[in-house]
């Protein structure tokens, strides 16, 4: 019999600490230890997630650093930008594996982040040499990684369809639209009018146009699969619903490669990746929802490409990925707790 | 022609303001002059209800009580309990009409309202005295009242049909269930964790179960139409959906009735009622959504009576209760800006 | 006082017709008269349509052509594509005005028609020379026409901030993506597997994609407006919600072309149009729900053109939009029974 | 290694089989071997539920009584009333263990099921002896039956609450009012005009009042565990949301006992069960969506008691119980494939 892995969670209040819980507690090699809040009273787990009533008995504690690490292998971090990357190094001197949810380590570039996120960043040195932690693209680095990167959720959503087409010559990188429709637990667990059930139900909106901070993430590592710069234009949705992503993409064939190449690319590369599915059909969001899946194919219309891409953005968006990623730096079977 | 009402919308940044604003924009007897919000830097009315973009050109202003009823006939007052009666008073000395949101002048006694609201009532004097808005119920009174309390969306649902049973004598004050569905834009718009989109979403629960302050107001308009003394149980629940309320009444017939002696009752009280429709289908709320219907059936299951009544918590419920109000205080017919 | 028009409405059953009577029901100059359905047992509207439960007296009778234009001055037909023009010409030969609400007269050419709807045009003699009924482009057509075409609505929610741009030279014809995300009443009241309940909430999905319809109907009207020919790529998709529909669109600037003078040609050109809204903030579909409004931005991303419309797909797309080109066929003022 | 459970599920297309392939493909000791629908055209599992693309790899078969059996150990029928007692016995004959979803052996006595269900029972003699599947009230019985009636979903949120609080004499079996709040996949997956997105979204109604045949189920039930016979009053809401039964419950003490030993009670029954979950807090059906675990609390209002609970009638009320008695049939850890 395995031995446990003892996991700390790091930020545990929000919505994908607790979509990352219900994971783990299907794990069969994990156990978690313990959770950290900043709430100064201490709650019990089930107190903040009332979903999780009677399913594990810790309550949150602060994360001080002195004390954190005992009893605990590996960190799943899920604080805000900044504030992740201002604890990640001390989680790593402790000799602590490290996942971390925020965009902290996505970026190539110190200046980019700084640029992005507004602020300065508090672990520059780290920049630029943390695993992408999109197994299905780069498995062999996460593997012997002591800190991944966990992807952002559009991004994922955009990265998985386009890298292997770009890869591998069949696309234009340029111009690339990317019109993403997500679930509102996308904008997290906190109060905030926008997001208020009656501002919100019944309705349909883009945000962020033209300013989204997932553009500079999806470009950075597509460019890594396309000999040229990707300029991705990216317009977010909010849809009413709990959760799930669905990006429609428009780009252009090179010349002289045909519709079939593209669903065959696509086919062929992640035959046997578990958590891709290339269908004919066209994905709904429903299809993936609550699994680490993600679903896409590739049409035409008038010559332009369209490739339509569905996800869930708790899970293959940012949980399910975690775990997948946590499979994958201790060498357990990549689906262990994820189907 | 008939010249326009001049009105006022004291508090008017929240949902019910904004209802009533679009239900006054098509009266045809009404200009809306002035608004007001406690909000500092004095917001164009559409940057508040971006609904309505072009529709009304008005700024939000402090109410001051020395320039407030310059240019006003008729206030509707849509602030919280209690923060109302510290104003209305000084505005029917004004000598402005006063339709007041609040639950200040629903109750009878300000021993109830003190123990229920838990604060000191501001204009005590005038408690008990005050037209209950219903017209339906109340009509002599509110066509010469000065102040009239607007009804609560809950008693309206339950006080509809349950009135003329009572005062026909066909049903036992006791045992009364009122077990009510409404949606969450009866809670207001206010960011709350509670009623973030992903929380409340796709999820039913009840809420107040035995304290909400709807049950003594629902006692105390009841017992004016029953011989004995009414306790409701009254249960509320909150609905994935943006308004309406369902209730669903369950309580005993008098000896010797008959079943169909109900439906009777309500048919013929409300045969000329423009807004109470007694129907042979159950109601739902999408059938009332966005109208001043209030929809009522009656149905026997084991003896017991089932009432079942809809309305749109936002109309029936307060905005359009208002503006019916509003017609009945000045002479007006009762359906204008309604139908 | 005027005198009021006799309005038929053939084919009532479904979502737009009900809409339609909800805004004839204020119309201060329309009295419905007759009402048809192919249901051989007569119902009467409200057991079809509960919401209009003791709002108008009418039951559905078959459509005789012998007997229906007595008492009726303008139809509006609601029947499906192919069906309708089957009998507008009759229609219109009792010397009725007629507004349809089908596809039927909205293309330029016979063969267009045949190709998309894989039907044989049954009053293809007429194709060609029908206004199409978006008043804001095509009102002095309209002004005249015994026939109007009503707009589909997807079409409505491009061509409106389109038309203008290309008018004016702004931007060029292609690449020109249309990524519409519309609410569930566009597919119709009638049950079927893909809009069960559970299939299409909390979900979202592409359709049609490269086959839609609306595609060449699009094309045509553009094509009225830009010296080139467009060709849009429109990609439709089915939002969990109930109305609505926004289109985020896709296109480049022409040379010399700034960013501001987009939105400075849509604010002169809507400038005195009551039912388009120019605006700073982007606009969601709750803003316009129930509404005969369409709400316009323009943004730009990484010097790309990004167009955001809104509006309700029941009112301005379709019932809204018939009872404004009604108002201008018969001299009205074009905002009655419309806000 | 414990060999595995060859499972077939006959009537596979609907939504309680979906949610049984999603919980049984978890389940380490099953293999589901066989799925049958009626369709002629022999469809892949993932043509119909295309969420388990690439999960499952069989077709739907016709329920062949020669063939069936070969590679089957154990079936969950899944097919309508009536339809499902015609092919039991068959299936009991070739000495497979059934877990039938029907209602077909769940009343006690054939006259009640043709009063209620209105056809003749294929399978008269077997009714009445066979185990009612809430293991936590009849454990022992399901452990050595060979057929167990899997509960009727409304039925398990009031059974589990209220029968301890029966057999323990603390509370009146009249009146008992059980007022239920369901999502729409309750309802089916077939077209349905009722269960068309645009009719039941944004709205709650009532249905089936007086009329539904999970009333006679809940008093068969109950009066096993109560000295007198119950007659529940049973309404049924429907509520826009997937899934989810909230059930809302009105009954009265018996004399002397108090309030606080309700809670105690439960708590001790259900101490050691790990699927029902006894809290103070009012329970919600998010608390409970894709899980086995019924929630339930009881309040008090003006000596009324209010008992709620909560359910997802996919899972404990209906697929994941089916599992959970699968489980206790085979001498599994009750948990296997519901944790």
């Known amino acids: 019999m395995t031995d446990k892995i003892n996991v700390g969670i790091v930020g545990a209040t929000g919505y994908t600490a607790l979509e990352l819980i219900k994971l783990l507690l299907r794990h069969p090699n994990v156990q978690i230890t313990r959770i950290t809040s900043r709430d100064e009273s201490h709650p019990h787990l089930s107190d903040v997630h009332t979903s999780l009533r009677d399913r594990l008995d810790l309550r949150f ?64 040195a780290r920049i630029g040499s943390v695993a992408y932690g999109i197994p299905e693209l780069f498995r062999e680095q996460i593997k012997t990684s002591k800190l991944v990167a966990n992807p952002g959720c559009f991004p994922s959503s955009a990265i998985l369809p386009l890298a292997p087409l770009f890869k591998n010559g069949l696309v234009q990188s340029s111009p690339l639209i990317v ?8 904008a997290g667990r906190k109060a905030n009018l926008k997001f208020h059930f009656p501002e ?19 470009d950075q590592i597509l460019n890594r699969f396309c000999g040229s710069e990707t300029e991705a234009v990216f317009t977010p949705h909010l849809v009413p619903m709990d959760r799930g992503i669905l990006s429609t993409i428009y ?42 899946f993600c679903d896409i194919t590739v049409r035409s219309c008038r010559g332009t490409t369209i490739i339509v891409s569905a996800l869930d953005n708790m899970i293959k968006g940012a949980s399910g990925a975690a775990v997948q990623n946590f499979n994958v730096m201790h060498g357990f079977e990549e689906t262990l707790g994820l189907l």
Chains 1, 2, 3, 4 share one sequence.
């Open 200 to 218: 919100c139900n019944e309705s349909i909106t883009a945000y962020g146009v033209g300013t989204h901070r997932h553009m500079p993430e999806i």
């Open 251 to 292: 780009l252009q064939r090179c010349d002289g490669i045909e519709e079939d190449q593209l669903m065959d690319c696509l086919n062929e590369y992640y035959r046997h990746e578990p958590f891709v599915r290339v269908t004919s059909q066209i994905p709904s969001t429903k299809d993936v929802s609550g699994t680490n």
């Open 61 to 124: 504690e602060h994360l001080e650093m002195d004390r954190f690490p005992e009893g605990v292998d590996c960190v799943f971090c899920c604080l805000p930008h900044a504030a992740s990357a201002a604890v990640v190094g001390q989680l790593l001197d402790a000799n602590l594996k490290v996942i971390d949810f925020s965009a902290d380590y996505r970026l190539n570039d110190v200046a980019s982040f700084e640029t992005w996120y507004g602020v300065e960043h508090p672990d520059a």
């Open 179 to 186: 019109d993403s429709k997500t679930g509102v637990s996308g």
